[in-house]
T-cell receptor
Framework: DTGVSQDPRHKITKRGQNVTFRCDPI?????LYWYRQTLGQGPEFLTY????????KSRLLSDRFSAERPKGSFSTLEIQRTEQGDSAMYLC?????????????FGQGTRLTVV | GDSVTQMEGPVTLSEEAFLTINCTYT??????LFWYVQYPGEGLQLLLK?????DKGSNKGFEATYRKETTSFHLEKGSVQVSDSAVYFC????????????FGKGTKLSVIP
């Protein structure tokens, strides 16, 4: 198993454009999480999926953000009409529950720069 | 709401020095506590964890003890190496629902030979 994979690793986009990121979790993991990390801060929770169901969304997740996990495997995070304040590292994590007891494995992240 | 406060960095130590990174938390209920480490260019990795009061998590020479009375989970290592240079994040998780993690801001450690 290669761990959690995220693509792309870096994305530079112009303000107002839409962007989509992909996360491939560890294959048997049923939970998938998205976090956002800005410079000098710790990761902040955005949303999570239990299999294909999106069960919780943070208030940080404005209506310009949408996440999907259509078959309970990979997930996508789309940001519409990007703003400079969206510039951050977007982290994906996965875990196996309940056996994993909440231990989350993180990908290397997608760094978004909005210019 | 839940929160984690950890000591401001950066921290610079000489090789073989003793390391302490302070972490305190505010949470409802009985959280599980974690230390994650992020090496340059890599993703977050779980370093150690403790799930109940007085538990001690340990890994790679690092230790942290869950102190409910002081709401703390300080990270310690007796003798740091250059390879320990990284950013360290304290985190907590409460409840049996989402298992979402609440992180501190991170402490950057640089170890010089």
């Amino acid at each position: 198993d290669t761990g959690v994979s995220q693509d792309p690793r870096h994305k530079i986009t112009k303000r107002g454009q839409n962007v989509t990121f992909r996360c491939d979790p560890i294959s048997e993991h049923n939970r998938l999480y998205w976090y956002r990390q800005t410079l000098g801060q710790g990761p902040e929770f955005l949303t999570y999926f239990q299999n294909e169901a999106q069960l919780e969304k943070s208030r940080l997740l404005s209506d310009r953000f949408s996440a999907e996990r259509p078959k309970g495997s990979f997930s996508t995070l789309e940001i519409q009409r990007t703003e400079q304040g969206d510039s951050a590292m977007y982290l994906c994590a996965s875990s196996l529950e309940p056996r994993g007891r909440g231990e989350a494995f993180f990908g290397q992240g997608t760094r978004l720069t909005v210019v | 709401g839940d929160s984690v406060t950890q000591m401001e960095g950066p921290v610079t130590l000489s090789e073989e020095a003793f390391l302490t990174i302070n972490c305190t938390y505010t949470a409802t209920g009985y959280p599980s506590l974690f230390w994650y480490v992020q090496y340059p260019g890599e993703g977050l990795q779980l370093l150690l964890k403790a799930t109940k009061a007085d538990d001690k998590g340990s890994n790679k020479g690092f230790e942290a003890t869950y102190r409910k009375e002081t709401t703390s989970f300080h990270l310690e290592k007796g003798s740091v190496q250059v390879s320990d240079s990284a950013v360290y994040f304290c985190a907590l998780r409460t409840g049996a629902g989402s298992y979402q993690l609440t992180f501190g801001k991170g402490t950057k450690l640089s170890v010089i030979p």
